[in-house]
Structure formats: structure tokens, C-alpha cells
């Protein structure tokens, strides 16, 4: 069993910077795949950035250059650093895990484990 719980959200203006935390309870013997998903405003779901089960990290391409993802294992712990933050990152995010996933699948929304979601807000 994992639960994931969410933290960091809130209300910033553009430019500004947010960091997401994701504690992850039973990580350590759960799952290998960990990322990070939102949900804007009259938009669908969509993948911001995993860590693969390979351990490489990857981005959609709205954020690169912006978002970091990472973990502490020591603090079951997943991160996602924003900065330069603008209006169309408005969502919101939320933590998810599954066993195993690569460069094909970590955007799909079939994660098994799921967190109750953080909501960013950026003003203009």
C-alpha cells in the first residue's frame, strides 16, 4: 500500500516560484514509477514530469527549462521545483505512482496510486 500527500501549493504571481512536495508513506516497497500530473482550467489531465523506473527524469515540454523534478529517498520524499511561473501553470497537481513506467507510458493517466491533489494558482 502507498498514500501520497500532497503539499507547497498556493497563490503566486508570474514569475514566481513554488515547490511541491509529495510524501510518499510505504515508498521504500512500493512502486519504482513517481511523477507529477495537473489539471488547468477547462483542460484535460496531463503529465508534468516523472522519474522513470529507470531512474532518468523526464519533462513535458511546457516546463522544461522550468520545472525540476526529484526525490529524497532518506525522506520518501518527491519534489517539483517551479520557477518562472506563469498563468497557463495554474492546475491543479497532483502526486501519482505506479509500479513500472518508461519514456512510452509515464504521461498516460493509469496510475495506480494517487494523491489528493495541491492547487497552484499564478496571477498576471
Known amino acids: 500500500q502507498v498514500q501520497l500527500v500532497e503539499s507547497g501549493g498556493g497563490s503566486v504571481q508570474a514569475g514566481g516560484s513554488l515547490r511541491l512536495s509529495c510524501a510518499a508513506f510505504g515508498y521504500i516497497v512500493g512502486p519504482d514509477c513517481m511523477g507529477w500530473f495537473r489539471q488547468g482550467p477547462g483542460k484535460e489531465r496531463e503529465g508534468v514530469a516523472a522519474?522513470?523506473?529507470?531512474?532518468?527524469?523526464v519533462y513535458a515540454d511546457s516546463v522544461k527549462g522550468r520545472f525540476t523534478i526529484s526525490k529524497d529517498n532518506a525522506k520518501n520524499t518527491l519534489y517539483l521545483q517551479m520557477n518562472s511561473l506563469n498563468a497557463e501553470d495554474t492546475a491543479m497537481y497532483y502526486c501519482?505512482?505506479?509500479?513500472?513506467?518508461?519514456?512510452?507510458?509515464?504521461?498516460?493517466?493509469?496510475?495506480?496510486?494517487w494523491g489528493r491533489g495541491t492547487q497552484v494558482t499564478v496571477s498576471s
Open positions: 501519482a505512482a505506479k509500479y513500472y513506467c518508461d519514456a512510452g507510458s509515464w504521461s498516460r493517466d493509469d496510475f495506480r496510486f
Open positions: 522519474i522513470l523506473s529507470d531512474g532518468n527524469p
